[in-house]
């Protein structure tokens, strides 16, 4: 049975885009334990070989949504700015933590203004917007320069409580099952690849901007020549994929991913006996979206474990996260 107490301890390490170290040096440590010599790229994002002369790449991103201080109100409200594109609506009412340039750490929650029904009647109806929230500090202050004191300045970053929970029904429901549950299947690979005792041409590839549009955009070696890109499958209205299933996606918003690596992997699904669900996802993009706009020569396939409620409550199933390894792993065997 397989473990997944490092997709929890993953998770639970704050990563926003443009401040994963912590979650980068995790991952380039619990690689090291298994007897790799992973490398971190200018960037900061982990790569990892598991055999020589890599010619594919297998890539999934520990970035995360989240968001930084835009501004301190005169009422010692803070206004923020998104990292990447959580929803407002979801994440009303999370609790969430505030780290500032000399490494103080507090704690708020992300609030509509004014709101108490007891004072706000349109406290229901009220689109929400960056215009119209803030985070509550909880902290003694009264005014703009009481928040200055404790050295609270625009761009400190704001990381939101994942909520972790792992059911025995097989359910993971977290933030930021996009894309913690791709790492974990790059861990699984690693893992399961020492325990065979050998070696593949691949390296493992850990991102840390794709939440903003530029993770795959650089790092990937001269040597490899297929991308195949680990991301959430999209689970919702007019889509096949199932929490349940791997995903492969045939074309996002950036265009069409390569034919011939999409029938391949549809190929060796079938060929395993692995669930899977083909799709399109009209609002997305993915590292290999990063990497082909930079120019990269390179075939890409897209896949990854359904899940539901993507840049809000998410939630996916350890079935799918099994079957996106086995996908990979029956792909790396090809």
Known sequence: MTDYTSLKELVAIDSPSGFTEKACQYIFDYLKQLGYQPTLTNKGMVKCALGKKPDIAIAAHTDTLGAVVASITKEAQLR?????????????GS???????????????????NPSTH???????????????????????????????LGIRPGDFICFEPNYQELPSGYIKSKFMDNKAGCFVLFEIARRVKEM?????????????EEVGHGGSAGISDTVKELLVIDMGVVGDD????????????KDASGPYDYNFRKKLVELAESNNIPYALDIYPYYGSD???????????????????????????RTHKK??????????AYMRA
């Open 95 to 113: 609790y969430c933590r505030l780290y500032t340039l000399k490494g103080q750490c507090y704690t708020g929650t992300l609030l509509l203004d």
């Open 320 to 329: 799918g996260i099994e079957a996106t390894i086995d996908l990979c792993l």
């Open 239 to 250: 889509r096949e994929g199932k929490e349940t299933h791997c995903s492969i996606c045939a």
């Open 80 to 92: 923020i700015s998104k990292v990447g594109g959580p929803s407002l609506n979801s994440y009303e």
């Open 288 to 314: 290999g979206s990063a990497a082909l706009r930079a120019g990269h020569d390179l075939r890409v396939g897209l896949i990854g474990p359904g899940v539901s409620a993507s840049h809000g409550v998410e």
């Open 119 to 149: 004072t706000n009647r349109e406290e229901n109806t009220k689109r929400r917007t960056v215009f119209n929230m803030h985070v509550r500090l909880d902290e003694d202050v009264d005014n703009r320069e009481d928040v200055r004191k």
């Open 197 to 209: 005792g050998k070696e593949f041409p691949v390296e493992l590839i850990f991102s840390n901007y």
